[in-house]
């Protein structure tokens, strides 16, 4: 997110924003009524997808228009903690010009953090996604298993941005326009992505029953922040181990309590983990009891479409003015779960 | 907390240009009791270890938090060793529902513990459930591997090595073991001693208790606590304004040093009404070396 400081300047006793950058607000946004008026309806498993469109807030076509700059993603609807009831719902997003946000579809509570009445835990993205006036995207909704859901209510979170002067819509501010330049040349090769495993993971009802699956990072690198997984059954370990260099992530086998999270308290990794192209990971998962079990695993991050280089300072390097690891890289992930007082 | 290294290389007009190839020897990483002892059985009320942590010769680790998932309720003791003489990295065993957490929330350690082929972390359980206990420790990582070919990234993971040895994470519980409160003695004083050759900088609190209880700590020389109330005073106050647990620890805004040899002293009152009510309080934060203030 754009660091707002820089723009608030001090008059008196009182501090206020400069002109250019008054209308910069939290923003919802809802999907366009496709299908009449929220909630949505997903159909049944095996009834069809429930197509969702986010289009950007169309006003003022002056110079980069009003971009919302999605941060969160958020969802209502059924019950939050039945396992394979009413959320069971895979999601997929594509950009308007076919641009996919996700290598196979999620399991949604491994995407969209939960919110009720209160709007509380809502599952925060990598790295900000920047919705230009008269873009969309597109999101599908497929129920895997169960009844249709009649409750449904998909929304994103962030900040609209409307960066521009009185009613005649004349350029704003031009150091937060420059910025907002920046960003939309840096979501050309840099954006949000969610990597999950080829199929789900499914385990017959058989004690010890081991499964492979594979994540191929096919075109570029990729760098994950976080780790989440749903599983129908509790009862299972899991080993992720790179095989093209045969580097693995641990020592032994963990388990979904002790190591793995959801899309609202993911399994926040202590350091990004960055995936070259052609890296494959195999996740071995082994089934602890008789029971049969569906496991989704999504790992959130961002595709770094970019080539890899040695670079000549390794430390304390700052990336640039607008992105450094101190200012949100790190900081968005450590201050979530408190590890930076 | 890590060692800091670019990811990105930007372009003025905000392209990503290249990423970093030192990256790709940073990785995240989990670290379990050794196989094939990932799931430690500890017997009803018995002892298991001390169990190794280790990491390869591919580079050292930084655990920066804990999860677990256990059947029941139990102690911990974890230690350092380097072939010698192990290091505890507490004055005694503390509740496991102080200091571990789960893959949801896990326990934010106050200071990361540095680990490599030559200094392993071990780890001693011993039941409190009367169950035969199955537990699952993982600390995750942060692990610089050795192949790194950058001398400032040696560099600096040598200097984090030593500094270790003059600071690094440490656990106080109360001495002689938990708070035991009935309603025949309701109330008790207990003391925590501080080590004589090392400060504590206590930074996070956290307890697992039957029943609720209000509480007071004060510094066992000047008797000041640590609990302000108007024109001086202090008394004891509910314990869940002031503790947390493994999850979500209390983290104090600033650490608050206790300088070597002093004493914590905590006065508790039960207030829940059982018939008994034990007390586990862990006291989270660094050592550090009274050497270094010597010098």
Redesign the interface.
Known sequence: MINMEQFIRKSGNSYMPMPGVRNIMPFNLAPDQLTGPMPFTVPAAGAGTLYVKYTGINNFQTIYGTPFELLRLVFGGGTPIAPAGTQDISVRFKMFNGRDYMNAPVHIRTLYGWTSATGYLPAAIREPFFLFTSEYIMAEFTKLSGGALTNFYPYLRGVQYYPITGLNAGPGDAKIVEKI??????S???YPFWLTTDNPIVHPAVAGNVQQSQVKIADC?Y?AFTLSCVATNPNF?MEIKEVVTG?T??????????????AT???V??????L?RGAILRITTQQLNAAGNTIYLTMQGRK????????P????????D??T?ADY?RNIV?EE???I? | MSIKTATLKCSPSGLVTAVNNLRLKQIPYWLMTDSPNNRVLVPAFGQNGPISMSVSRDGPAEVVNFSVENDGAAQVLFEIDDGSNPLALMNAPVHIGTILGTGIQPYILPNAINVDELRKLRVTLTDLSGVDNNIRIVGQCYRPMVAVPDPKMVKARVRKSNKQYLMGLYFYTTCGGPISLTPAAPSAEVSIDIDNMRHFKLMQMSRVADGSFNIDILNGQTGESLLDAPSGQHYEIPDNLIWGDAHYPFKFQRGRLFQRDQKIVVRVTDTSGLPSNKIYLTFAGQFITSNMWEA
């Open positions: 330049k920046k960003w939309r040349d840096r050309r090769n840099c690198p760098e370990e580097q992530l641990m020592n032994g086998r963990i388990t979904q309590t002790n190591g793995i999270g959801d308290l993911p399994t990794l202590p350091f990004s983990y960055i070259p770094l479409n970019a080539p890899m280089q040695s670079f300072v390794s430390i304390e390097t700052p990336e640039s607008i992105m690891d890289e450590l779960i408190g590890a007082a």
